[in-house]
């Protein structure tokens, strides 16, 4: 299946795999309620192929809002963007026991809500399962673990989540940046607690900055290696870097939000991967991230 919106749908998923291999694929899932399990798209004993979808604001009253199931052979679920779902527990990505051999991985879940705060927007009862290269930010927390022997956790970025971070009961825990979390902000062997230096988190843009601690911090193994070669970075998104870029901006001892100083003294470093220097420099004063308008005030080139 590709290209459909599924939107309002009541009393039902919005998309059901059971005992198949089907491919979701390219679909908005949206606005969908179930007084059960699953809202959005839910999986039975099949091993689903859930890529580069947009599953957002739906709501069930138990487990797996956005994309669940149970006894499942093998699903992956992968480049999608899952925000604004709600159900007790799995609000985002919830499946229940008996279920094995999940493929989670390279996923954007966001301000999705849980009514328990015992349980995670990506909520796993089951064994095999693999949660790799997702970027899980601003939901009530991010994520739970039950029975989950031999489950993998590695190269998250799992941050400023409203209760915890990641809760598991026996999985292997590693190369996560977990951080600005109520509680359990362990990531795991060779892991970070650090801003990740998302380039517009507020504008849902979790792409990471030049100077993200994330970058190239995931695990070595060349099996995880971003998409040029590189060494894995955390997350969803390995960098995108728009060059030349200044760095490190700074305005000597004020608060950068709040400049009151009328003649600041700001301070950068430069960076260009072909070696130029810089030539120029322009200081622009607005009201967004859009740096193509500066709405208030703009130096013009110095």
Same mark, same amino acid.
């Given at each position: 299946?590709?290209?459909?919106?599924?939107?309002?749908?009541?009393?039902?998923?919005?998309?059901?795999?059971?005992?198949?291999?089907?491919?979701?694929?390219?679909?908005?899932?949206?606005?969908?309620?179930?007084?059960?399990?699953?809202?959005?798209?839910?999986?039975?004993?099949?091993?689903?192929?859930?890529?580069?979808?947009?599953?957002?604001?739906?709501?069930?009253?138990?487990?797996?809002?956005?994309?669940?199931?149970?006894?499942?052979?093998?699903?992956? =679920?992968?480049?999608?963007? =899952?925000?604004?779902?709600?159900?007790?527990?799995?609000?985002?990505?919830?499946?229940?026991?008996? /279920?094995?051999?999940?493929?989670?991985?390279?996923?954007?879940?966001?301000?999705?809500?849980?009514?328990?705060?015992?349980?995670?927007?990506?909520?796993?009862?089951?064994?095999?399962?693999?949660?790799?290269?997702?970027?899980?930010?601003?939901?009530?927390?991010?994520?739970?673990?039950?029975?989950?022997?031999?489950?993998?956790?590695?190269?998250?970025?799992?941050?400023?989540?409203?209760?915890?971070?990641?809760?598991?009961?026996?999985?292997?825990?590693?190369?996560?940046? /977990?951080?600005?979390?109520?509680?359990?902000?362990?990531?795991?062997?060779?892991?970070?607690?650090?801003?990740?230096?998302?380039?517009?988190?507020?504008?849902?843009?979790?792409?990471?900055?030049?100077?993200?601690?994330? =970058?190239?911090?995931?695990?070595?193994?060349? /099996?995880?290696?971003?998409?040029?070669?590189?060494?894995?970075?955390?997350?969803?998104?390995?960098?995108?870097?728009?060059?030349?870029?200044?760095?490190?901006?700074?305005?000597?001892?004020?608060?950068?939000?709040?400049? /009151?100083?009328?003649?600041?003294?700001?301070?950068?470093?430069?960076?260009?991967?072909?070696?130029?220097?810089?030539?120029?420099?322009?200081?622009?004063?607005?009201?967004?991230?859009?740096?193509?308008?500066?709405?208030?005030?703009?130096?013009?080139?110095?």
């Amino acid at each position: 299946v590709g290209g459909l919106g599924v939107r309002s749908a009541s009393g039902t998923c919005g998309g059901e795999c059971s005992g198949s291999s089907a491919v979701i694929r390219n679909c908005e899932v949206g606005g969908c309620y179930h007084s059960g399990d699953g809202a959005g798209i839910w999986c039975v004993n099949s091993g689903a192929l859930i890529t580069n979808n947009v599953v957002h604001s739906n709501v069930c009253s138990k487990t797996g809002a956005g994309i669940g199931g149970y006894g499942s052979v093998t699903p992956e =679920i992968c480049y999608n963007e =899952i925000y604004e779902n709600e159900s007790p527990h799995g609000s985002a990505i919830g499946f229940i026991s008996p /279920v094995s051999g999940l493929n989670i991985h390279h996923n954007v879940v966001r301000h999705n809500t849980t009514s328990s705060t015992g349980m995670a927007p990506v909520y796993i009862n089951g064994t095999y399962s693999d949660i790799i290269n997702n970027t899980i930010v601003f939901n009530t927390s991010g994520v739970s673990i039950l029975s989950g022997s031999y489950c993998v956790i590695e190269n998250n970025i799992i941050v400023s989540n409203d209760y915890f971070g990641i809760n598991p009961a026996a999985a292997y825990v590693a190369y996560n940046d /977990v951080w600005g979390n109520a509680s359990y902000n362990n990531p795991g062997v060779n892991g970070i607690s650090a801003d990740p230096l998302f380039i517009d988190p507020f504008g849902n843009n979790f792409q990471l900055m030049a100077a993200s601690p994330c =970058i190239n911090a995931g695990d070595p193994d060349p /099996v995880y290696n971003d998409p040029d070669g590189t060494r894995n970075d955390m997350g969803a998104f390995p960098t995108v870097v728009v060059l030349p870029v200044a760095q490190d901006v700074s305005v000597s001892s004020e608060d950068q939000t709040h400049v /009151v100083n009328h003649m600041p003294q700001f301070q950068w470093t430069f960076y260009d991967l072909e070696g130029y220097s810089q030539a120029a420099y322009e200081i622009q004063v607005g009201t967004d991230n859009d740096w193509t308008v500066a709405e208030m005030w703009s130096s013009g080139e110095v």
